[in-house]
Protein backbone atom coordinates (compact mmCIF):
# COMPACT_ATOMS: atom_id res chain seq x y z
CA UNK A 1 0.00 0.00 0.00
CA UNK A 2 2.83 2.58 0.08
CA UNK A 3 2.77 4.70 -3.16
CA UNK A 4 4.59 3.32 -5.73
CA UNK A 5 6.94 6.76 -6.66
CA UNK A 6 10.64 7.70 -7.11
CA UNK A 7 10.43 10.09 -4.12
CA UNK A 8 8.74 7.50 -1.75
CA UNK A 9 11.22 4.96 -2.92
CA UNK A 10 14.26 6.84 -1.74
CA UNK A 11 12.86 7.89 1.53
CA UNK A 12 11.89 4.31 2.24
CA UNK A 13 15.53 2.78 0.94
CA UNK A 14 17.32 4.30 4.47
CA UNK A 15 15.23 2.45 6.23
CA UNK A 16 16.34 -0.95 4.87
CA UNK A 17 14.80 0.22 1.20
CA UNK A 18 12.26 -1.30 -0.37
CA UNK A 19 9.47 -0.47 -1.61
CA UNK A 20 6.60 -2.47 -0.71
CA UNK A 21 4.32 -3.97 -3.69
CA UNK A 22 1.43 -2.18 -4.00
CA UNK A 23 -1.88 -3.90 -3.31
CA UNK A 24 -4.00 -5.07 -6.26
CA UNK A 25 -6.47 -2.86 -7.20
CA UNK A 26 -10.38 -4.96 -7.55
CA UNK A 27 -13.77 -4.64 -6.15
CA UNK A 28 -13.93 -3.14 -3.16
CA UNK A 29 -16.22 -4.81 -0.58
CA UNK A 30 -18.48 -2.54 0.42
CA UNK A 31 -19.81 -2.05 3.79
CA UNK A 32 -23.91 -0.38 3.73
CA UNK A 33 -22.79 1.73 6.65
CA UNK A 34 -24.29 5.29 6.85
CA UNK A 35 -23.23 8.45 8.44
CA UNK A 36 -23.94 8.49 12.13
CA UNK A 37 -24.14 11.42 14.49
CA UNK A 38 -21.47 13.40 16.49
CA UNK A 39 -20.36 16.22 13.48
CA UNK A 40 -22.65 18.02 11.23
CA UNK A 41 -25.88 16.84 10.37
CA UNK A 42 -25.28 15.90 6.76
CA UNK A 43 -27.45 13.76 4.04
CA UNK A 44 -27.39 9.47 4.97
CA UNK A 45 -24.81 8.12 1.91
CA UNK A 46 -23.22 4.65 1.65
CA UNK A 47 -19.49 3.82 1.11
CA UNK A 48 -20.12 3.68 -2.55
CA UNK A 49 -21.89 7.06 -2.68
CA UNK A 50 -18.77 8.31 -1.40
CA UNK A 51 -16.40 6.65 -2.91
CA UNK A 52 -18.03 7.87 -6.42
CA UNK A 53 -18.37 11.44 -5.36
CA UNK A 54 -14.96 11.49 -4.78
CA UNK A 55 -14.19 9.79 -8.38
CA UNK A 56 -16.47 12.48 -9.67
CA UNK A 57 -14.45 15.34 -7.93
CA UNK A 58 -13.18 17.71 -10.61
CA UNK A 59 -11.62 20.61 -8.42
CA UNK A 60 -8.33 21.64 -10.08
CA UNK A 61 -8.21 24.86 -8.33
CA UNK A 62 -7.23 25.50 -4.42
CA UNK A 63 -4.79 27.36 -2.39
CA UNK A 64 -4.68 26.82 1.20
CA UNK A 65 -2.39 25.35 4.06
CA UNK A 66 -2.13 21.52 5.41
CA UNK A 67 0.06 20.00 8.34
CA UNK A 68 1.40 16.60 7.82
CA UNK A 69 2.51 14.62 11.04
CA UNK A 70 4.41 11.51 10.54
CA UNK A 71 5.52 9.20 13.13
CA UNK A 72 6.81 6.10 11.88
CA UNK A 73 8.86 5.38 14.85
CA UNK A 74 12.37 4.84 13.00
CA UNK A 75 15.64 4.15 14.22
CA UNK A 76 17.89 7.14 15.18
CA UNK A 77 20.44 6.30 11.76
CA UNK A 78 16.88 6.29 9.47
CA UNK A 79 15.19 8.97 10.76
CA UNK A 80 19.10 11.40 11.00
CA UNK A 81 19.27 10.55 7.27
CA UNK A 82 16.09 11.76 6.39
CA UNK A 83 16.79 15.01 7.98
CA UNK A 84 15.39 14.76 11.55
CA UNK A 85 12.61 16.93 10.65
CA UNK A 86 13.64 20.08 9.32
CA UNK A 87 12.82 21.03 6.06
CA UNK A 88 15.28 24.08 5.07
CA UNK A 89 18.78 24.12 4.46
CA UNK A 90 21.08 21.97 2.33
CA UNK A 91 20.23 21.37 -1.78
CA UNK A 92 17.58 22.82 -3.24
CA UNK A 93 16.17 19.35 -5.06
CA UNK A 94 13.36 18.97 -4.25
CA UNK A 95 13.48 14.80 -4.30
CA UNK A 96 15.88 15.31 -0.58
CA UNK A 97 12.94 17.71 0.26
CA UNK A 98 10.19 15.55 0.09
CA UNK A 99 11.73 12.49 1.15
CA UNK A 100 12.02 14.57 4.63
CA UNK A 101 7.88 14.41 5.59
CA UNK A 102 8.28 10.68 6.34
CA UNK A 103 9.24 11.72 9.73
CA UNK A 104 8.43 14.40 11.66
CA UNK A 105 5.69 17.70 12.01
CA UNK A 106 5.79 19.93 8.66
CA UNK A 107 3.29 22.84 7.86
CA UNK A 108 2.92 23.86 3.93
CA UNK A 109 1.35 26.42 1.79
CA UNK A 110 -0.64 24.76 -1.23
CA UNK A 111 -1.81 26.02 -4.25
CA UNK A 112 -2.79 24.69 -7.60
CA UNK A 113 -4.23 25.36 -10.65
CA UNK A 114 -4.53 22.73 -12.86
CA UNK A 115 -2.25 20.20 -14.23
CA UNK A 116 -0.29 22.77 -15.17
CA UNK A 117 0.57 25.02 -12.28
CA UNK A 118 1.55 23.90 -8.39
CA UNK A 119 2.97 25.36 -5.71
CA UNK A 120 4.34 23.64 -2.37
CA UNK A 121 5.65 26.02 0.37
CA UNK A 122 7.37 23.81 3.06
CA UNK A 123 7.48 26.01 5.99
CA UNK A 124 10.41 25.65 8.74
CA UNK A 125 10.50 28.51 11.18
CA UNK A 126 11.85 31.50 9.42
CA UNK A 127 13.13 29.51 6.74
CA UNK A 128 11.13 28.17 3.54
CA UNK A 129 11.14 25.71 0.78
CA UNK A 130 9.30 25.87 -2.07
CA UNK A 131 8.63 23.65 -5.16
CA UNK A 132 7.13 25.01 -8.15
CA UNK A 133 5.87 23.78 -11.30
CA UNK A 134 4.70 26.51 -13.81
CA UNK A 135 3.94 24.70 -17.26
CA UNK A 136 7.25 23.71 -18.72
CA UNK A 137 9.71 24.65 -15.61
CA UNK A 138 9.96 22.76 -12.54
CA UNK A 139 11.83 24.96 -9.73
CA UNK A 140 12.94 24.30 -6.23
CA UNK A 141 14.40 27.22 -3.93
CA UNK A 142 15.96 26.63 -0.56
CA UNK A 143 15.88 29.95 1.38
CA UNK A 144 18.38 29.34 4.14
CA UNK A 145 20.74 28.19 1.42
CA UNK A 146 19.58 30.46 -1.05
CA UNK A 147 19.69 27.59 -3.61
CA UNK A 148 17.98 27.12 -6.32
CA UNK A 149 16.75 23.78 -8.72
CA UNK A 150 15.71 23.82 -11.98
CA UNK A 151 14.96 21.64 -14.83
CA UNK A 152 12.89 21.51 -17.82
CA UNK A 153 9.38 19.31 -17.16
CA UNK A 154 9.52 18.18 -21.02
CA UNK A 155 6.42 15.89 -20.17
CA UNK A 156 4.14 18.55 -19.91
CA UNK A 157 1.04 18.66 -21.73
CA UNK A 158 1.48 15.28 -22.69
CA UNK A 159 -0.62 12.32 -22.60
CA UNK A 160 0.64 8.29 -21.74
CA UNK A 161 0.94 7.82 -25.01
CA UNK A 162 3.52 10.71 -25.90
CA UNK A 163 0.56 13.00 -27.46
CA UNK A 164 -1.21 16.22 -26.23
CA UNK A 165 -3.37 15.32 -23.28
CA UNK A 166 -5.13 16.43 -20.53
CA UNK A 167 -3.01 13.27 -18.40
CA UNK A 168 0.24 14.68 -19.41
CA UNK A 169 2.20 15.93 -16.38
CA UNK A 170 5.79 14.93 -16.01
CA UNK A 171 5.99 12.11 -13.91
CA UNK A 172 9.02 13.27 -11.26
CA UNK A 173 6.79 16.42 -11.25
CA UNK A 174 3.67 14.27 -9.73
CA UNK A 175 6.22 12.68 -7.59
CA UNK A 176 7.02 15.49 -5.50
CA UNK A 177 3.78 17.50 -5.40
CA UNK A 178 2.15 13.91 -4.18
CA UNK A 179 2.45 15.14 -0.79
CA UNK A 180 -1.33 16.67 -0.38
CA UNK A 181 -4.04 14.77 1.06
CA UNK A 182 -5.76 14.63 -2.29
CA UNK A 183 -3.28 12.48 -3.52
CA UNK A 184 -2.78 10.20 -0.29
CA UNK A 185 -6.28 9.57 -0.20
CA UNK A 186 -6.84 8.72 -4.42
CA UNK A 187 -3.81 6.48 -3.63
CA UNK A 188 -4.99 4.24 -0.98
CA UNK A 189 -8.39 4.25 -2.74
CA UNK A 190 -7.30 2.94 -5.90
CA UNK A 191 -4.81 0.41 -3.44
CA UNK A 192 -8.09 -0.91 -1.56
CA UNK A 193 -9.12 -4.38 -2.83
CA UNK A 194 -11.59 -7.21 -1.51
CA UNK A 195 -9.29 -7.60 0.87
CA UNK A 196 -10.50 -4.24 2.56
CA UNK A 197 -13.78 -3.32 3.96
CA UNK A 198 -15.01 0.13 3.36
CA UNK A 199 -17.23 2.52 5.32
CA UNK A 200 -18.62 5.76 5.88
CA UNK A 201 -18.03 6.97 9.75
CA UNK A 202 -19.15 9.85 11.70
CA UNK A 203 -19.39 13.50 10.35
CA UNK A 204 -16.58 15.84 10.85
CA UNK A 205 -15.16 19.73 9.89
CA UNK A 206 -11.87 20.48 8.83
CA UNK A 207 -10.60 23.57 7.62
CA UNK A 208 -14.15 24.79 8.73
CA UNK A 209 -15.90 22.60 5.82
CA UNK A 210 -18.56 19.84 6.52
CA UNK A 211 -17.28 16.14 5.92
CA UNK A 212 -18.15 12.34 5.73
CA UNK A 213 -15.19 10.26 7.25
CA UNK A 214 -14.68 7.62 4.64
CA UNK A 215 -12.97 4.35 6.68
CA UNK A 216 -10.84 1.63 5.21
CA UNK A 217 -10.15 -1.49 7.38
CA UNK A 218 -7.76 -4.58 6.49
CA UNK A 219 -9.75 -7.60 6.67
CA UNK A 220 -6.61 -10.02 7.10
CA UNK A 221 -5.15 -10.35 10.43
CA UNK A 222 -1.06 -9.27 10.88
CA UNK A 223 -1.28 -5.54 9.21
CA UNK A 224 0.38 -2.72 11.21
CA UNK A 225 -2.24 -0.94 9.97
CA UNK A 226 -5.47 -0.72 11.90
CA UNK A 227 -7.37 1.60 9.74
CA UNK A 228 -7.40 4.31 7.35
CA UNK A 229 -9.50 7.44 7.30
CA UNK A 230 -10.45 10.16 4.99
CA UNK A 231 -12.33 13.25 5.47
CA UNK A 232 -14.24 13.86 1.86
CA UNK A 233 -15.21 17.64 1.71
CA UNK A 234 -19.42 17.07 1.31
CA UNK A 235 -19.41 19.72 -0.81
CA UNK A 236 -17.50 18.88 -3.88
CA UNK A 237 -15.81 15.13 -2.75
CA UNK A 238 -11.84 16.12 -2.05
CA UNK A 239 -10.24 14.37 0.90
CA UNK A 240 -9.56 17.01 3.27
CA UNK A 241 -7.94 14.73 5.39
CA UNK A 242 -6.16 11.82 5.90
CA UNK A 243 -5.13 9.53 8.79
CA UNK A 244 -3.20 6.34 8.88
CA UNK A 245 -4.36 4.44 12.08
CA UNK A 246 -1.73 1.80 14.02
CA UNK A 247 -3.31 -1.40 14.64
CA UNK A 248 -1.13 -0.79 18.30
CA UNK A 249 -3.23 2.26 18.91
CA UNK A 250 -1.75 5.48 19.65
CA UNK A 251 -1.18 8.46 17.69
CA UNK A 252 -1.98 8.28 13.77
CA UNK A 253 0.94 6.50 11.80
CA UNK A 254 0.54 9.72 8.99
CA UNK A 255 -1.77 12.35 9.83
CA UNK A 256 -2.41 15.39 6.83
CA UNK A 257 -5.03 17.23 6.69
CA UNK A 258 -5.69 21.43 5.26
CA UNK A 259 -6.06 23.76 8.34
CA UNK A 260 -7.50 26.34 5.83
CA UNK A 261 -8.58 25.93 2.33
CA UNK A 262 -9.88 27.68 -0.66
CA UNK A 263 -11.59 26.78 -3.71
CA UNK A 264 -11.03 29.76 -5.66
CA UNK A 265 -8.55 30.19 -8.45
CA UNK A 266 -5.07 31.01 -7.27
CA UNK A 267 -3.71 34.55 -8.30
CA UNK A 268 -1.40 33.84 -11.66
CA UNK A 269 1.61 34.90 -9.96
CA UNK A 270 1.37 32.91 -6.88
CA UNK A 271 3.47 30.37 -9.60
CA UNK A 272 6.04 32.67 -11.03
CA UNK A 273 9.68 32.21 -10.37
CA UNK A 274 12.95 33.73 -10.69
CA UNK A 275 15.74 32.96 -8.77
CA UNK A 276 16.93 35.80 -6.41
CA UNK A 277 19.88 37.55 -7.08
CA UNK A 278 23.42 35.79 -5.76
CA UNK A 279 21.61 32.33 -5.47
CA UNK A 280 23.22 29.29 -6.92
CA UNK A 281 20.98 27.78 -9.25
CA UNK A 282 21.66 23.86 -10.53
CA UNK A 283 20.36 22.60 -13.55
CA UNK A 284 18.84 19.44 -14.53
CA UNK A 285 18.83 15.75 -13.39
CA UNK A 286 22.69 15.66 -13.46
CA UNK A 287 22.99 18.53 -10.72
CA UNK A 288 20.80 16.78 -8.75
CA UNK A 289 22.20 13.66 -8.83
CA UNK A 290 26.02 15.33 -8.03
CA UNK A 291 24.65 16.19 -4.36
CA UNK A 292 26.38 17.46 -1.62
CA UNK A 293 26.41 15.69 1.90
CA UNK A 294 22.91 13.86 3.59
CA UNK A 295 21.64 11.12 2.98
CA UNK A 296 23.62 9.53 -0.66
CA UNK A 297 26.89 10.21 1.13
CA UNK A 298 25.88 8.03 4.30
CA UNK A 299 24.40 5.37 1.62
CA UNK A 300 27.63 5.29 -0.44
CA UNK A 301 29.83 4.64 2.54
CA UNK A 302 27.49 1.80 3.42
CA UNK A 303 27.71 0.19 -0.55
CA UNK A 304 31.54 -0.17 0.07
CA UNK A 305 31.45 -2.54 2.82
CA UNK A 306 31.99 -5.90 1.09
CA UNK A 307 28.66 -7.85 1.31
CA UNK A 308 26.89 -5.34 2.96
CA UNK A 309 26.94 -3.53 -0.75
CA UNK A 310 25.45 -6.47 -1.80
CA UNK A 311 22.48 -6.04 0.23
CA UNK A 312 22.24 -2.44 -0.50
CA UNK A 313 22.31 -3.33 -4.00
CA UNK A 314 19.29 -5.18 -3.71
CA UNK A 315 17.61 -2.90 -1.68
CA UNK A 316 17.91 -0.50 -4.67
CA UNK A 317 16.07 -2.71 -7.03
CA UNK A 318 18.82 -4.58 -8.58
CA UNK A 319 18.16 -7.57 -6.76
CA UNK A 320 15.43 -10.96 -7.62
CA UNK A 321 12.13 -9.54 -5.92
CA UNK A 322 8.99 -11.34 -5.28
CA UNK A 323 5.93 -10.48 -4.25
CA UNK A 324 4.36 -12.70 -1.71
CA UNK A 325 0.59 -12.52 -0.61
CA UNK A 326 -2.04 -9.60 -1.24
CA UNK A 327 -3.43 -6.94 -0.19
CA UNK A 328 -2.78 -5.43 3.31
CA UNK A 329 -0.89 -8.58 3.80
CA UNK A 330 1.34 -8.23 1.07
CA UNK A 331 5.44 -8.70 1.76
CA UNK A 332 7.92 -8.60 -0.54
CA UNK A 333 11.07 -10.86 -0.75
CA UNK A 334 14.42 -9.58 -1.90
CA UNK A 335 17.17 -11.62 -3.05
CA UNK A 336 19.80 -9.66 -2.93
CA UNK A 337 22.47 -12.58 -3.89
CA UNK A 338 24.67 -11.06 -0.89
CA UNK A 339 28.54 -12.65 -0.74
CA UNK A 340 28.55 -11.61 2.85
CA UNK A 341 26.38 -12.20 6.01
CA UNK A 342 25.35 -9.78 8.99
CA UNK A 343 27.78 -11.82 11.26
CA UNK A 344 30.67 -10.90 9.11
CA UNK A 345 30.11 -7.46 9.14
CA UNK A 346 29.36 -7.38 13.01
CA UNK A 347 32.81 -8.93 13.39
CA UNK A 348 34.60 -7.11 10.72
CA UNK A 349 37.07 -4.88 13.18
CA UNK A 350 37.33 -2.54 9.72
CA UNK A 351 33.42 -2.07 9.21
CA UNK A 352 33.17 1.90 7.86
CA UNK A 353 31.01 3.64 11.03
CA UNK A 354 28.02 4.08 9.02
CA UNK A 355 28.06 -0.02 8.64
CA UNK A 356 28.33 -0.08 12.44
CA UNK A 357 25.42 2.42 13.39
CA UNK A 358 23.30 0.72 10.88
CA UNK A 359 24.03 -2.94 12.34
CA UNK A 360 22.79 -1.08 15.81
CA UNK A 361 19.65 0.39 13.87
CA UNK A 362 18.34 -3.14 13.98
CA UNK A 363 16.06 -4.82 16.49
CA UNK A 364 15.98 -8.11 18.39
CA UNK A 365 17.69 -11.21 16.55
CA UNK A 366 14.79 -13.83 15.65
CA UNK A 367 15.47 -17.14 13.80
CA UNK A 368 13.09 -19.99 12.81
CA UNK A 369 13.21 -22.90 9.76
CA UNK A 370 14.93 -19.74 7.43
CA UNK A 371 17.97 -19.74 9.69
CA UNK A 372 18.84 -16.11 11.75
CA UNK A 373 18.15 -12.69 10.81
CA UNK A 374 17.03 -9.14 12.10
CA UNK A 375 14.21 -7.19 12.05
CA UNK A 376 14.24 -3.82 11.85
CA UNK A 377 11.08 -2.33 13.34
CA UNK A 378 8.69 1.19 12.51
CA UNK A 379 5.61 1.66 13.45
CA UNK A 380 4.12 1.14 9.47
CA UNK A 381 6.67 -1.17 7.92
CA UNK A 382 9.11 -3.71 9.35
CA UNK A 383 11.39 -5.64 7.37
CA UNK A 384 13.65 -9.10 8.09
CA UNK A 385 16.90 -8.87 7.16
CA UNK A 386 18.18 -12.67 6.84
CA UNK A 387 21.47 -14.00 7.69
CA UNK A 388 21.65 -15.47 3.89
CA UNK A 389 21.26 -11.91 2.46
CA UNK A 390 17.45 -12.19 1.65
CA UNK A 391 15.22 -9.24 2.68
CA UNK A 392 11.53 -9.46 3.42
CA UNK A 393 9.43 -6.10 4.13
CA UNK A 394 5.66 -5.45 3.81
CA UNK A 395 3.04 -3.03 6.32
CA UNK A 396 3.10 -6.28 8.16
CA UNK A 397 3.98 -7.64 12.06
CA UNK A 398 7.36 -8.95 13.01
CA UNK A 399 5.65 -12.47 13.39
CA UNK A 400 3.97 -12.49 10.00
CA UNK A 401 7.46 -11.78 8.49
CA UNK A 402 9.19 -14.82 10.04
CA UNK A 403 6.25 -16.86 8.94
CA UNK A 404 7.18 -15.84 5.27
CA UNK A 405 10.24 -16.47 5.82
CA UNK A 406 9.69 -19.69 7.53
CA UNK A 407 7.56 -20.98 3.99
CA UNK A 408 9.29 -19.22 1.39
CA UNK A 409 13.27 -19.46 2.93
Partial sequence: MAPNTKTSR??????????????????VAMVPAFANA??????????????????????????????????????????????????????????????????GSHTLRVAADGPERQRLTFLDGKDEYSLIHNGDD???????SNEVFHEKNTEAGKGKD???????????????????????????????GPTTDVSVGGTAQVAGRDAYQLVLKPK????????????VDAKNGVPLRVQVLSAQG??????????????????????????PKGAKVTEGVDGA???????????????????????????NGK?????????????????????????????????PKEAKQFLDSLGDKVNGKFGEGRVLSTRLVNALITDDGKVYVGAVTKDALVQAANANK
Fill in 10 to 27: KAARYAVPVAVAGVAAAT
Fill in 319 to 351: GDVKVLGEGWSTIARIDSGAQRSLKDLENDKNA
Fill in 220 to 231: QSGSTVGSVQIA
Fill in 38 to 103: GGPDLPKVTAQQLIEKVAASDVQQLSGTARITTDLGLPKIASGLLGGGGIAGGSANPEDKVAQLAN
Fill in 289 to 315: AKGKGGADEHWKALESFPGLGDLAGGA
Fill in 250 to 275: GKPIVDAGFTKVDFAKPAADTFAFTA
Fill in 162 to 192: GKDGKEGKDHKTGDRLAASPQKLAEELLAAA
Fill in 138 to 144: VWGYDSK
